[in-house]
């Protein structure tokens, strides 16, 4: 290898561990099961930038393929703590009849889910059930 | 849960030098879905870097480098420098190497050969799967992934009249898209997001096609190089939705790394996964 390419290889590959060195900040939540659900039922939460994202997931038993029943995009308003639920083009775990639209609040580490109105529904029973009371929770830097 | 198929934007070198980026996707996924259950989510890259290589000439490099030179010459990035470390690359000869695939996927032959190489590589992902992919776009790829959905709408293979299980692709993710940009020197990539959006109201009106950016991806925005102005019939789409990340960049300003950092994103990986578990 040439010595012109090499100093050129050898940059390039710094450059990439010097970008490498900076990624996003990530917030996570590890698995939990929501405790007004099933207890097949787990959910986690990860936090970067402005988007919360909140995961519920249904462990089937035996050879059923397990499930997502909903993956929830809350997205930041303007720079505040508020986050507002963008809706769910994929259709599936969709929120029902939402407006207005439903409000996460973050506070540093600590993400809390406003419930519903009265009236709106989900297609998850167990989404249903947890969303019907404030959720909070404290997520961690990963 | 559905395979999702990569395609990859612009490149310096062929298929070998730029393998990798489905493994950075699905660790990310698996990351996301990690003690929630047992999932098998695929990622296949669909790679077309060999193809552009093969018609690479001159005259493409000498066309890329005078469009980056010229826009250095217009003060828009200050500093051949600067460029040099936007791209990563320590010389312009591989920045033009990169913008040189833009002029090569709008060569009239050798996009459709182009296509023709990914959309070969998607059917063989659904083929394996039994199931219609989830197609993930970057960049050029994301445009390639437009044309690619409109030809299959046109061509019958997808539309309302056809089964959405038998559909070849069945969601459509793009990322870091030039899909706002107008510039005279590539050919339209607003006309053709517009081209899909008169297709799908009609036909496939649930049709997911999620559109993550970062205000700081020079590509995505539209402002280095041209002025962006969303493509007026997305807002049309009712599978449509397009989302702002923040964090991609290290800093404020313009970054060419919040437009190769998508593959690893957690939100990317969340909204790849929200498509995955799409039923029939």
């Keep these: 290898m040439p010595a012109q390419r090499r100093v050129a290889v050898t940059l390039f590959a710094l450059g990439l561990l010097g970008l490498g060195a900076c990624g996003p900040t990530v917030f996570s939540l590890y698995a939990q099961s929501p405790e007004s659900c099933a207890p097949e039922y787990r959910y986690t939460a990860v936090l970067s930038g402005n988007v919360l994202g909140v995961t519920l997931a249904k462990d089937n ?12 995009t809350y997205k930041q308003k303007g720079d505040g703590q508020l986050f507002e639920l963008t809706p769910d083009p994929t259709g599936a775990g969709d929120i029902l009849d939402a407006p207005p639209a439903l409000l996460a609040r973050v506070v540093e580490a600590r993400a809390c889910l406003e419930p519903f109105e009265a009236g709106d529904s989900t297609g998850d029973v167990c989404l249903q059930s947890w969303l019907q009371t404030e959720r909070c929770f404290d997520l961690e830097k990963e | 849960m559905r395979t999702i198929v990569a395609v990859h934007g612009i490149t310096a070198g062929g298929n070998a030098a730029n393998t990798g980026y489905a493994k950075v996707e699905s660790k990310a996924i698996q990351k996301h879905l990690a003690a929630l259950g047992t999932f098998d989510v695929p990622v296949t890259e669909a790679l077309w870097a060999d193809e552009a290589q093969r018609f690479l000439s001159a005259n493409f490099l000498a066309d890329a480098q005078a469009m980056v030179l010229n826009a250095i010459g217009g003060k828009v990035l200050g500093a051949v420098g600067k460029v040099l470390s936007w791209f ?13 695939d833009v002029f090569i996927y709008d060569g009239i032959t050798r996009k459709n050969r182009i296509k023709n190489v990914v959309l070969a590589q998607i059917l063989a992902a659904r083929e394996q799967a039994g199931r219609g992919v989830i197609l993930h776009g970057n960049s050029l790829g994301s445009v390639i992934g437009l044309d690619i959905i409109s030809d299959l709408i046109e ?39 517009n081209r899909l959006s008169r297709l799908l109201p009609k036909t496939l009106s649930s049709f ?14 539209g402002n280095l190089l041209g002025i962006a102005s969303d493509p007026s019939l997305l807002a049309q789409l009712r599978g449509y939705r397009k989302l702002r990340l923040t964090d991609l ?6 970054h060419i790394r919040s437009h190769t950092e998508y593959w690893g994103h957690p939100t990317v990986a969340q909204h790849l996964v929200a498509l995955a578990r799409l039923k029939d």
């Design chain 2, 249 to 254: 960049s290290p800093d404020s300003g313009f």
């Design chain 2, 88 to 100: 990563g690359v320590p010389t312009l000869a591989q920045v033009a190497d990169m913008v040189a």
């Design chain 2, 155 to 193: 061509g019958g293979q997808m539309g309302a009249d056809v089964p959405r299980k038998d559909w070849p692709i069945r969601g459509f993710l793009s990322t870091g898209s030039p899909l706002a940009l107008d510039l005279p020197f590539v050919s339209g990539y607003v006309d053709r997001a």
């Design chain 1, 61 to 72: 038993p035996g050879d059923t393929p397990d499930e997502i029943p909903a993956v929830l």
């Design chain 2, 208 to 221: 997911p096609w999620l559109n993550l950016y970062d205000l700081n991806d020079p590509i995505a925005s």
